[in-house]
């Protein structure tokens, strides 16, 4: 048997003891891991040591390099995530409905675990700390998958969350880290139907396809954030820039960021200068299409390409646009559903968009980075999903949760 | 570009109408839907007569010929099917959640169509309509592909239905039933991420095995159910019976009713022979376990594979259990989380039975036949799903919904 099939056997059948515990007792097992992880952090920070040693040998680069190290603070950021976990309501076993037939039969639709929660993910260790955390308070069993880059670092963390585990009511097998490395354990893991009851994957582009390609096991696909702004005719100057600046500048590497400004012509005719120096004093470098490049010409071209891309860094195309139609048909041809914003004193202009615009989050007059569980106030998240099926968004602690129909009869039988 | 292709890229762009459709102009269309069924009811019994003249001559079960089969009173049905759909509450548009943030950012998380649904399918020409029905209610638009068997009726009733949305708000282009019948139509629709939103698959176990094993596009598993009774020890004998009976031998046929059922040692002792009498004059055959055999020497063996088969038939597994815990570890390992039931006087053992049994609906002193839309009380069902993500059970309107956050600011940027 390979371990991805041993460790997910163990941990389905830790499920079905996860699925009856209390709150409390999840809770203090997750104060526990806290404990654990600062008590031992200097192992934690030798073991990640090791696979800062391995990144540079491999000259992987200085940011890579920097996501990938822990140090005291951030173990204790850590740490105090799992706290905080701790201290957001549990939603398993919520009554949803709660109904009577004609017959006398009385329907309660509860929330349960989903069961076996499989996380596909790349190299930073938090990851494997934050999963483990939100799977294990909604009652799920988790199988980690991380990256081969910070192997000795999850090794040790899940080594020490164990440990905590076994001084608490939740059964250490409820918590697996695979440690194959190579591509074929993921594979497994894609095809584990009746094992695993979800996948989600977290990481770039090519990790989340091919999760998504060639998964038969259910995936909440999260990521790519190909984001819009669109400026109206209406706009208050300063605010629309305020917003777009932050949208873009703020972190750009981040899936909520935006990668085009669209740009009402009536404002580009009289503004577009200020709007690109103000972009080229937050470093951002910008690309035009043709009306744009007309206005301000040392832009450079964006190609089609460039439309379609997540640059992720300080880049931004800009396209002035005849009006809201035009803004609307873009968005549609690339945007990816993600977070898309109108920047507009108009009402009824801002009423179509939020309507019309298929995405995640849309927004009037805010920037797109507020797409986040954090800031919506869910407490925490386990990633952002970009599909229209089971969580749409931020997903919180409910987005890893199903539900049962629990039926209570005396006797019924169908005529 | 395939037949698939297009088809898929004309119902997005009729998605995008659809989603702004008012409820009254939904219902108004489903409303002339149904007349045109029934107006135009000869033209589409006589394509069916094609159909079962070819299904003749391939040699075609009676069984299926008669699903196959429509005439005046099941076009009635059919037709009245929609206008029940026309008066169920329309989700779309419902706020599910909406608060404020401390920074003033107003929140509204709403209930949005999927977008393009696509239903792959099998011979009974009344989900091509039951389907339509759903999807179009919900806002959707829907890509259909049904079975060969029924091509000549399907295509005649979508050609009726388009003649109805033509004069309706509903763009006919959303619509859509692919003809080609060969297997790599259905390929091209498993993998058209970006075009179809979601696939549903109705039909037999290789037809859904195949979706799910081999589809991109996001699936709500539907189908199979190996579903158990169990007889507790406290339970009323002839409430038991009667359960027993009806779970199996109602319309055996169906994903719930039982295949298999689990007797408590104690009450078999004393009762199994006349169990099993009244399973004989309900014209079901009998498999046993050893110890049922002892008891009713008369049945046949029940081998492993027998434990995991649906038989769909007048067969039923019998299990002479030690008690609830072996009956839970039984549905454990053979169920298939779909609906289980347990007869008991005892309110502890009944609790702990519908804690731990992990399936999409389970009963205390009812029937495994009551998992349905129609029973539930949801008006209608496009599916029981037997997954744990989006939709879990029967599946009403609002399984046919997305969501989309709608945030409103007045300026708010990420610190």
Not at 149 to 159: D, P, R, T
Not at 232 to 251: C, H, P, T
Not at 262 to 280: G, N, P, Q
Not at 396 to 403: D, K, Q
Request: glycine letters at 8%; a negative charge; one cysteine or more.
């Amino acid at each position: 048997m390979s371990e991805v099939v041993q460790k997910s056997k163990l941990a389905k059948q830790a499920a079905q003891i996860m699925g009856n515990l209390t709150t409390e007792q999840k809770n203090a097992a997750l104060l526990l891991m806290a404990d654990s992880l600062v008590s031992e952090q200097q192992a934690i920070i030798e073991a990640n040591a090791k696979d800062l040693q391995r990144g540079k040998e491999l000259g992987t680069s200085a940011s890579l390099l920097d996501r990938l190290a822990l140090n005291e603070s951030r173990i204790a950021a850590i740490a105090e995530g799992l706290r905080q976990i701790a201290e957001l309501p549990d939603p398993v076993g919520d009554t949803l409905e709660a109904f009577e037939r004609p017959n006398g039969l009385r329907i309660r639709k509860i929330r349960v675990p989903l069961g076996v929660v499989g996380i596909i993910y790349e190299a930073r260790p938090n990851v494997t700390v934050d999963a483990a955390g939100l799977c294990l308070k909604t009652g799920n069993a988790v199988v980690l998958r991380g990256g081969s880059s910070a192997l000795f670092s999850n090794e040790k963390i899940v080594e020490v969350l164990h440990g905590a585990l076994s001084r608490s009511a939740i059964p250490a097998d409820a918590l697996q880290l695979i440690l194959s490395a190579n591509r074929s354990s993921v594979d497994e893991m894609l095809k584990l139907n009746g094992l695993i009851d979800v996948l989600i994957p977290r990481g770039g582009h090519s990790l989340i396809q091919n999760v998504v390609n060639n998964a038969s096991v259910p995936v909440i696909e999260t990521g790519a954030g190909v984001c819009h702004t669109f400026i109206d005719e209406s706009a208050q100057l300063d605010m629309a820039v305020r917003i777009g600046i932050n949208a873009k500048a703020q972190r750009p590497s981040v899936c909520n960021s935006m990668e085009t400004l669209l740009v009402h012509e009536a404002i580009a005719e009289k503004h577009l200068s200020a709007i690109a120096e103000a972009f080229k004093g937050a470093h951002v470098a910008l690309k035009g299409n043709e009306r744009a490049r007309e206005l301000v010409p040392s832009m450079q071209v964006a190609e089609i390409e460039d439309w379609k891309t997540e640059y992720g860094d300080y880049i931004l195309n800009i396209k002035v646009v005849k009006d809201l139609d035009e803004a609307l048909d873009h968005i549609r041809e690339y945007g990816t559903m993600h977070s898309e914003c109108i920047v507009t004193e108009d009402a009824a202009n801002a009423e179509r968009f939020l309507q019309e615009v298929d995405a995640a989050a849309v927004y009037h007059n805010a920037s797109t980075r507020f797409t986040d569980g954090f800031e919506f106030g869910f407490g925490a998240e386990i990633g952002i999903s970009t599909q229209k099926l089971h969580a749409r968004g931020p997903m919180g602690l409910p987005s890893l949760t199903s539900t049962k129909y629990r039926v209570y009869g005396s006797g019924q039988i169908r005529e």
